[in-house]
């Protein structure tokens, strides 16, 4: 598939699904702005369907290890999933944000015909799998912490910091399943998504998707809701200081999904932790995921990271409580234990 093909691709009506809304990214891809309640999302998470893929990955492991350059390149031009990833003249060391997008979709809002074959059977292996249950559970979780902050503080100011998140797919389905069960929390009160990212392809989609979910009869209708965009890098001070300026009276969440834990540098991570502990006068939690370590993780992973040159980091628990030890940060894990690829966590900073 040609990911920069700038003529707009687009799904026949009769192949969309009904009720959710569509846009376009900038390279020309037509797709459903993702709704982590609709059934055929519910349905792709499906548990005799991931044990099934895992007993595959070894072999598949295996296969992917050995596969020739050739062969890795015909995918990369054949699957926007992997089309960055894969590609001898990827810009980056990891999966774009897009990429990431489709798997979270599943491959029944993947839909396309043949040209999409490949992303919809990408989408049904265990790395989509476990994408989806890491965007079900963190968006449950930012929903559980937020609900009884907005529901005791009506009126103030929401402040959700999406740390190089893509298409801030989490941030938004956890605002959608907030309103849904309670349209009060959300109603006359100013909501900010500050977006920091390096690539422009999700935040753009992001844009384009809050603009949808605003229409009439839809679920962001009559929010006095805005996205800002920054195109910097996550440990970028300048751009933090821009974020947080004035921020003391609100409410301030923040998150990094598949992000800031599972590609930074350790210096990176605890500078970001670092300036957020320095404004403790937030009271901010940092919902995040990290990998498993190399010896739990789904060994397809390890496999993929190693034939792409990924900068992946595999924490694991003890990792990553390592990293955190020296912060006034705590820990607390959640989330489906039999996610093969993520740990889910939310970090809090320790009282002083």
Not at 6 to 11: C, F, T, V
Not at 152 to 181: F, S, Y
Not at 185 to 211: M, N, V, Y
């Amino acid at each position: 598939m040609d990911i920069d093909n700038e003529h707009p691709r687009r799904i026949a009506e009769a192949n969309k699904v009904p009720g959710l809304p569509y846009v376009f990214t900038d390279t020309g891809l037509e797709l459903p702005v993702l709704d982590i309640t609709h059934p055929f999302f519910e349905q792709s998470i499906d548990d005799s369907a991931l044990a099934a893929v895992r007993a595959q990955s070894p072999a598949l492991a295996a296969l992917v290890r050995a596969m020739p350059e050739a062969q890795r390149k015909m995918i990369a031009e054949r699957s926007y999933i992997w089309g960055t990833h894969f590609s001898n003249n990827a810009p980056t060391s990891y999966l774009s944000g897009m990429g990431t997008y489709l798997l979270k979709l599943g491959p029944r809002l993947i839909g396309g015909g043949d040209e999409r074959e490949s992303d919809r059977r990408a989408a049904m292996g265990v790395t989509g799998i476990a994408a989806r249950m890491r965007l079900r559970d963190l968006c449950r979780r930012q929903a559980e912490i937020l609900s009884p902050m907005l529901k005791a503080q009506p009126g103030k100011r929401l402040c959700l910091i999406n740390v190089a998140g893509g298409a801030a797919t989490d941030t938004i389905n956890a605002l959608r399943l907030i309103r849904r069960r309670d349209e009060s929390l959300l109603r006359d009160r100013r909501i900010e998504i500050q977006l920091l990212e390096i690539d422009t392809i999700g935040p753009h989609f992001a844009e384009q998707s809050l603009a949808a979910l605003r229409a009439p009869g839809q679920d962001f209708e009559g929010l006095d809701l805005d996205l800002r965009f920054r195109n910097r890098s996550w440990s970028d001070e300048a751009a933090w200081a821009e974020i947080l300026k004035d921020r003391d009276r609100d409410i301030v969440l923040c998150s990094s999904e598949g992000g800031l834990f599972e590609y930074g540098r350790d210096e990176e991570i605890l500078a970001v932790l670092g300036i957020l502990a320095r404004r403790s006068s937030l009271a901010t939690a940092f919902i995040g995921s990290c990998l498993l370590d190399r010896e739990t993780v789904d060994p397809t992973v390890t496999a993929l990271a190693e034939a792409s040159g990924s900068t992946l980091r595999f924490f694991g628990k003890a990792g990553l409580a390592a990293l955190l030890k020296p912060t006034p940060w705590s820990v607390e894990w959640f989330g489906a234990a039999a996610n093969p690829v993520y740990l889910l966590f939310s970090l809090k900073p320790l009282p002083r």
